[in-house]
């Protein structure tokens, strides 16, 4: 049972590049979600999603684009990546019935020069 | 605005020492709460959480916290800390729907021989 998968663990980009941060869960849970963070800052949602075909914005959106095609994927994209955007993403899965209680991927770290 | 704040972001201690780090939150109405511990190199992990019921929880590892509802509190406490406990922890907090997390800063243990 590999649980929530994320791809790849490092990436170094420049400014202004674009790219994908892959999630990928095998327990059939309804909600995902990206968090990024911060150094005294704990985690921040990002963006989340309920279900397939629905996403929403969490705390800090700008700058990132989600979308859910399956239960199973919820990729991350930075679609013109900034020095402020180096961070620790992590992506978190769970049950709709689980009042709050998630899983969460290992995390990829991500330095934009 | 929905907060939860950690009291100490650095802790140092020996081990056999007692451990508490102080969690607070910010809520208008119901919510549940948790500890989660990340471990260098690892994910976050869930130590306990608090639904409903009897405020004190246990969890893993032999911690355990009491959930104040007066105060607003959920500290985190563990009466004899060893060396593999050094690791980054963090209180979060969750209410409404979608399972949405608020995290604390958190704090990191280093637990020394």
């Known amino acids: 049972n590999a649980g929530v998968t994320q791809t790849p663990k490092f990436q170094v980009l420049k400014t202004g590049q674009s790219m994908t941060l892959q999630c990928a869960q095998d327990m059939n849970h309804e909600y995902m979600s990206w968090y990024r963070q911060d150094p005294g800052m704990g985690l921040r949602l990002i963006h989340y999603?309920?279900?397939?075909?629905?996403?929403d914005q969490g705390e800090v959106p700008n700058g990132y684009n989600v979308s859910r095609s399956t239960t199973e994927d919820f990729p991350l994209r930075l679609l013109s990546a900034a020095p402020s955007q180096t961070s620790v993403y992590f992506c978190a899965s769970s049950y709709a019935s689980s009042e709050g209680e998630a899983f969460f991927g290992q995390g990829t770290r991500l330095t934009v020069v | 605005a929905q907060s939860v704040s950690q009291h100490n972001h650095h802790v140092i201690l020996s081990e056999a020492a007692s451990l508490e780090l102080g969690c607070n939150y910010s809520?208008?109405?119901?919510?549940?709460l948790f500890w989660y511990v990340q471990y260098p190199g690892q994910h976050l992990q869930l130590l306990l959480k608090?639904?409903?019921?009897?405020?004190l929880v246990k969890g893993i590892k032999g911690f355990e916290a009491e959930f104040i509802k007066s105060k607003f509190s959920f500290n985190l406490r563990k009466p004899s800390v060893q060396w593999s406990d050094t690791a980054e922890y963090f209180c979060a907090a969750c209410s409404g729907g979608y399972n949405k997390l608020i995290f604390g800063a958190g704090t990191r243990l280093a637990v020394h021989p």
């Open positions: 999603s309920v279900g397939a075909g629905i996403t």
């Open positions: 608090y639904f409903s019921g009897d405020p």
């Open positions: 809520y208008g109405g119901t919510v549940n």
